[in-house]
């Protein structure tokens, strides 16, 4: 079976702080992507990355990083320097098998609402 | 270009009426998919659409719910005798080639909010 855990359901910073978000995946799949959208109060999920299981290098893009470990079976999402407009619900997201036979549909973590503060 | 769009935006019905939720998808995305928000349930996948191949259905919880995919484009999302459980959001997504990986990102439509009375 599939599943995402963000074990984290809220987390409140003040500006400019750094904030880790964490995803820990079970999948029996040796193929397989992992995906982090953001979802503002506007409601429209916002894709931000794609990592497939063969690929463990981190990934920066300005503020944000993500660190995939296989080892631990994690894809933890770190924002640094934390800004206002960063405050969100958090998905991460699972796509495991090989895409034909599955499609690529999204088994998502229960997301991590993130406050940041003035 | 114009991105996956939805409509209603919103839908509020009575308990027992059948509804019906419209996709459009990004042009030339060959996958579509339906996924339902909801306080308890998080994010669930319900369908996925493939070019001409026979959909996945495996996500849709009950008989009451169907969907078809017109013309290899727009899609519609149908809930019949619908219930209270059913008020969710109901989104869409889309993505050029699920198989390939530089482009297997699926985008998401605003999202039906349905409230079911």
């Known amino acids: 079976a599939q599943k995402v855990t963000q074990a984290q359901t809220e987390i409140s910073v003040v500006e400019k702080e750094d904030v880790t978000l964490d995803c820990v995946y079970e999948?029996?799949?040796?193929?397989?992507?992992l995906f982090w959208y953001k979802q503002p109060p506007s409601g429209e999920l916002v894709f931000l990355i794609r990592?497939?299981?063969?690929?463990?290098q981190n990934e920066i893009s300005g503020r944000y990083s993500w660190n995939f470990q296989k080892s631990t079976s994690s894809f933890n999402f770190t924002i640094t320097a934390s800004q206002v407009v960063d405050s969100a619900v958090y998905f991460c997201a699972l796509s495991g098998g090989f895409f034909y036979n599955q499609g690529g549909k999204l088994i998502f973590g229960q997301g991590t609402e993130l406050s940041v503060k003035p | 270009g114009a991105g996956v769009s939805q409509s209603p935006s919103n839908k509020v019905t009575e308990k027992g009426k059948d509804v019906e939720l419209r996709c459009d998808p990004i042009?030339?995305?060959?996958?579509l998919y339906w996924y339902r928000q909801s306080l308890g349930q998080g994010l669930e996948f319900l369908i996925y659409?493939?070019?001409?191949?026979?959909?996945?259905k495996s996500g849709l919880p009950s008989d009451r719910f169907s969907a078809e995919r017109t013309g290899g484009s727009v899609s519609t999302l149908t809930i019949q005798r619908t219930q209270q459980e059913d008020s969710a959001v109901y989104l869409c997504a889309s993505s050029f080639h699920p198989g390939l990986a530089v482009y297997n990102e699926q985008f998401f439509g605003p999202g039906t909010r349905l409230t079911v009375l």
């Open positions: 659409f493939q070019g001409n191949s026979a959909p996945d």
């Open positions: 999948t029996r799949d040796t193929t397989y992507y």
């Open positions: 042009s030339g995305h060959t996958a």
């Open positions: 990592r497939n299981s063969f690929d463990e």
